[in-house]
Antibody, heavy 124, light 111 residues
Framework: QLQVQESGPGLVKPSETLSLTCTVS??????????WGWIRQSPGKGLEWIAS???????YYNPSLKSRITISLDTSKNQVSLKLRSVTAADTAVYYC????????????????WGQGTLVIVSS | QSVLAQPPSLSGTPGQRVIISCSGS????????VNWYQHFPGTTPKLLIY???QRPSGVPDRFSGSKSGTSASLAISGLQSEDEADYYC????????????FGGGTKLTVL
């Protein structure tokens, strides 16, 4: 059964870089033919997509965050990583990792399953 | 402010049918399919509806999705207390080289 699990530092200082890891189990990232994405939820707010990466390594980013983020794969560890630079208090959120399932009909994608999320607080 | 507009809250009584709306534009809902997610705060978000009206296995048929033009809806019939959760719509947006957008979420309360 496919599962994803996020891990991260919990607390990051303003202006520093946030590094998160998503460990995938139950399927090989390099052989899944799916995307892998990051989504976050700030306190009291809705969901915000951050970035997604294809198993081949091609990426796409939220335009509002693009200048500060990097998403990458480590196929040897079956992990997806996210780096968010120059963080501020506005980046405080629960960060979720999810598989972005590709519709075999090529009509649409969707996120499933999601991880439990990891809370990141930006504070000095 | 979210790209997709949802009512912040909605309530219903057990057994009732409720509808959660999701309003977008031509670059997202008007041109792409809609997905719905159910989220119990503090837990893992769950895919509820994909491709406008498809239910993943295990999702009760009390949940149904529809779309017309630039708006989508999630209907829940035979409302149950365990349906009390946050519901989010989502769609791909073709603008700005393409990106995913979500609604602000609707908190459903079962009275």
């Amino acid at each position: 059964q496919l599962q994803v699990q996020e891990s991260g530092p919990g607390l990051v200082k303003p202006s520093e870089t946030l590094s998160l890891t998503c460990t995938v189990s139950g399927v090989s990232i390099s052989g899944s033919s799916d995307y892998w994405g990051w989504i976050r939820q700030s306190p009291g707010k809705g969901l915000e997509w951050i970035a997604s990466i294809y198993y081949s390594g091609s990426t796409y980013y939220n335009p509002s965050l693009k200048s500060r983020i990097t998403i990458s794969l480590d196929t040897s560890k079956n992990q997806v990583s996210l780096k968010l630079r120059s963080v501020t208090a506005a980046d405080t959120a629960v960060y979720y990792c999810a598989r972005e399932k590709i519709d075999i009909r090529g009509i649409s994608n969707w996120f499933d399953p999601w991880g439990q999320g990891t809370l990141v607080i930006v504070s000095s | 402010q979210s790209v997709l507009a949802q009512p912040p809250s909605l309530s219903g009584t057990p057994g009732q049918r409720v509808i959660i709306s999701c309003s977008g534009s031509g670059s997202n809902i008007g041109d792409n399919t809609v997905n719905w997610y159910q989220h119990f705060p503090g837990t893992t978000p769950k895919l509820l509806i994909y491709s406008d009206n498809q239910r993943p296995s295990g999702v009760p048929d009390r949940f149904s999705g529809s779309k017309s033009g630039t708006s989508a809806s999630l209907a829940i019939s035979g409302l149950q207390s365990e349906d009390e959760a946050d519901y989010y719509c989502s769609a791909w947006d073709d603008s700005l080289s393409g990106h995913w957008v979500f609604g602000g979420g609707t908190k459903l309360t079962v009275l």
